[in-house]
């Protein structure tokens, strides 16, 4: 049986049209800053999607591999890239059972892509984990999460468990046929101390958050309780 965030990127033909993926190009422009714009580094992009980091990372000269569960969001992808006669490559795998050894410098994964939306917290450790062995003596990772601390601000209507940090959500989808169907969703929100603990104990050495506005990530401002998001860069 697949889980909702399979079935949601199923076909999933508006998600260039979601409102966040209007800060691509404000992201990557983060990511370049990261790693001083050099463009030797190697980039894994985990849960990619379509591609939207992939592509104009690539765009800008970065070697990069695009890697997510859902085969017609790669092909979305793959298409792009043939259009603009871009070097990324795109593969299908599962970043809970992801096993690559130290092949890259850079890892990115934004915007919840394959992480918080599993529905286990023991899936969420086994990501971070293969990240971190992905990853090149030095390398780092940049992700972001769900900010618990900005949830626990919010009035709780009975979606929201203060005892897990999950909430769980409905959400509609139209379906090939035409019709919709509900998903029934869940969503892990986290602390900085948390993510801290959880990164350390896979095997990153440092660990530097930073804040995830309306205007875009922001290495100079802590996450608080006014954003949805919390961002990490984590150096292994």
Known sequence: MKQWYEELYEDYHAFDDEPFAGKTILEVDFIENVIDHDESRRILDIGCGSGRHALELSRRGYRVVGMDLSESM????????????????????DARRLKIHEGFDLAIMLCEGAFSLMEEDEMDRSILA????????????????PNAVFKLTQPLDGSFDPETFRE?????????????????????????????????????KHVEFFACTKAGYNRDTKPDKNHFELGVIAAK
């Open 130 to 145: 293969n990240a971190c062995l992905a990853l090149q003596p030095k390398g780092r990772l940049i992700m972001t999460a």
């Open 74 to 93: 790669l092909a979305c992808g793959r298409k792009i890239a043939a259009d603009e006669n871009l070097k990324v490559e795109f593969i299908k795998r």
């Open 168 to 204: 769980t959500f409905k959400m509609e989808k139209k379906i090939t046929d035409g019709r919709n169907k509900m998903l029934d969703c869940t969503q892990r929100y986290y602390t900085c101390p948390e993510l801290n603990w959880l990164l350390r104990g896979v095997g990153f």
